[in-house]
């Protein structure tokens, strides 16, 4: 929107684009430096308090978010993202923690879960957004309501996790060693049978996270998408995400 007060209304199409790619890559890019790092916590601390943690910290984030918007300033939205990403790291702790709970022989049956649960989420999060966003429906509906709704969302999800048995395989005693977590990274890349789905895998996630960054600019400028319409098309695109996952699975 060229009268939106966040940016300046002299910036340049091309580079209010930019500014979205940037801020929508913000959240991804702390997540995946931030996921072996809160799962080495868990190792020292413990699965519950690095996911209270974490769930705390990202209901904050999103509340942060949304009053980023309402103060409409991007420097706190992009810090708001940034810092959200980092909490987010905490699927591979969630991960671990089914993997620890459940028996071996359907492990694989409960992992799979998380793609099928991702892909309803990916589905109902978008329409739900495009609702909560619509002033038409109500008057203190705007851009930041869908973010409050997510930071309430988060500190439920903080409040079930309370009740949740302490994690008893801690390794206290010992320091975090970054550099260590830094390698951990590579390390997939070393196995023979994990490189070439991963790999696959990253380029599978690039395509899609160029596809969801830029299908909201493109839909307003090119068919006049409104608010609404646009997390329909959201939604319709998470949908068929969900059925993919639900063959793959």
């Keep these: 929107d060229p009268h939106a007060s966040m940016v300046s209304s002299t910036l340049s199409l091309s580079s209010r684009n930019i500014l979205i790619g940037l801020l929508v890559a913000t959240y991804p890019f702390a997540q995946f430096f931030a996921a072996p790092t809160l799962g080495d916590l868990s190792d020292r601390l413990g699965r519950r308090s690095i996911l209270l943690l974490s769930t705390l910290g990202t209901a904050l984030m999103f509340i942060l978010s949304g009053l980023s918007i309402v103060l409409g300033s991007v420097t706190l939205l992009f810090i708001s993202r940034f810092l959200a990403g980092i909490f987010a790291g905490n699927l591979t702790v969630t991960q671990a923690t089914v993997g620890e709970a459940i028996e071996e022989k359907v492990r694989g049956q409960y992992m799979a879960a998380f793609s099928l649960v991702g892909g309803f989420s990916w589905t109902v999060g978008p329409f739900i957004a495009a609702l909560l966003s619509d002033r038409t429906l109500c008057p203190f509906f705007d851009f930041a309501t869908p973010f409050y709704f997510l930071g309430i969302a988060f500190l439920v999800s903080a409040i079930l996790l309370i009740p949740m048995p302490k994690n008893t395989n801690v390794k206290p005693g010992t320091k975090l060693d970054l550099h260590k977590v830094a390698k951990n990274l590579l390390i997939p890349f070393n196995v023979s049978k994990v490189a070439t789905p ?29 608010e609404r319409l646009e997390g329909y098309a959201y939604a319709v695109s998470s949908f068929a995400w969900l059925l993919g996952g639900l063959a793959a699975t």
């Design 198 to 226: 991963l790999v696959i895998s990253i380029i599978t996630m690039f395509g899609w996270m160029m596809y969801q960054g830029y299908l909201a600019p493109y839909l307003i400028e090119k068919f006049q998408f409104s």
